[in-house]
T-cell receptor, first 117, second 115 residues
Framework: DSGVTQTPKHLITATGQRVTLRCSPRSGDLSVYWYQQSLDQGLQFLIQYYNGEERAKGNILERFSAQQFPDLHSELNLSSLELGDSALYFC????????????????FGPGTRLTVT | GENVEQHPSTLSVQEGDSAVIKCTYSDSASNYFPWYKQELGKGPQLIIDIRSNVGEKKDQRIAVTLNKTAKHFSLHITETQPEDSAVYFCAASFTMDTGRRALTFGSGTRLQVQP
């Protein structure tokens, strides 16, 4: 158990809908990262938050957004869902932001499996 | 951006044999290289990592080597056991256009240890 929690575990929804995925980082970790894992794309970095502020952005679609709250939990919002958005969504956390260029171990949660029908 | 290539995509070994997974990266500024193990239905688990200022790191049956000149790093698992069966991902840190750092992952290696 990494100490990172994610809810819900599974989510089934229809095209065009909007969903919110939730993540709580390990105790003491200030950074939260979101990743998408699909069969054909592997693990893709979406976005990072550090202590409430957006810190880095990867291949995140404009239909997707995220935020980190004062208690450090984070939510990933996916809107206007398409069939291709079906994937596993992982949250990871680390102590540092990584911007100093140093190493920053990331610990992953169990993921949310999103199925868009 | 960074590109990480991982080989092989599948690997089958007999219990007790060694397994080696190799990755190459493109960004010469990369300085952090973690390895993750993902079991079915679970999130990736950090099993070992190496920083660019060392060439090798070992933790019990697992070791990682880094060749900065050739820009490749490898995971070595000795005395494999059935519970080592999983998908293994390598990753490398890289600096994005914004100056921020992120991890990019290899495509994964499915390791099967035959009892």
């Amino acid at each position: 158990d990494s100490g990172v929690t994610q809810t819900p575990k599974h989510l089934i929804t229809a095209t065009g809908q909007r969903v919110t995925l939730r993540c709580s980082p390990r105790s003491g970790d200030l950074s939260v990262y979101w990743y998408q894992q699909s069969l054909d794309q592997g693990l893709q970095f979406l976005i990072q938050y550090y202590n409430g502020e957006e810190r880095a952005k990867g291949n995140i679609l404009e239909r997707f957004s995220a935020q980190q709250f004062p208690d450090l939990h984070s939510e990933l919002n996916l809107s206007s869902l398409e069939l291709g958005d079906s994937a596993l969504y992982f949250c990871a956390s680390s102590v540092t932001s990584g911007t100093s260029g140093g190493a920053y171990e990331q610990y992953f949660g169990p993921g949310t499996r999103l199925t868009v029908t | 951006g960074e590109n990480v290539e991982q080989h092989p995509s599948t690997l089958s070994v007999q219990e007790g044999d060694s397994a080696v997974i190799k990755c190459t990266y493109s960004d010469s500024a990369s300085n952090y290289f973690p390895w993750y193990k993902q079991e079915l239905g679970k999130g990736p688990q950090l099993i070992i990592d190496i920083r660019s200022n060392v060439g090798e790191k070992k933790d019990q049956r697992i070791a990682v080597t880094l060749n900065k000149t050739a820009k490749h790093f490898s995971l070595h698992i000795t005395e494999t056991q059935p519970e080592d069966s999983a998908v293994y991902f390598c990753a490398a840190s890289f600096t994005m256009d914004t100056g921020r750092r992120a991890l990019t992952f290899g495509s994964g290696t499915r390791l099967q240890v035959q009892p």
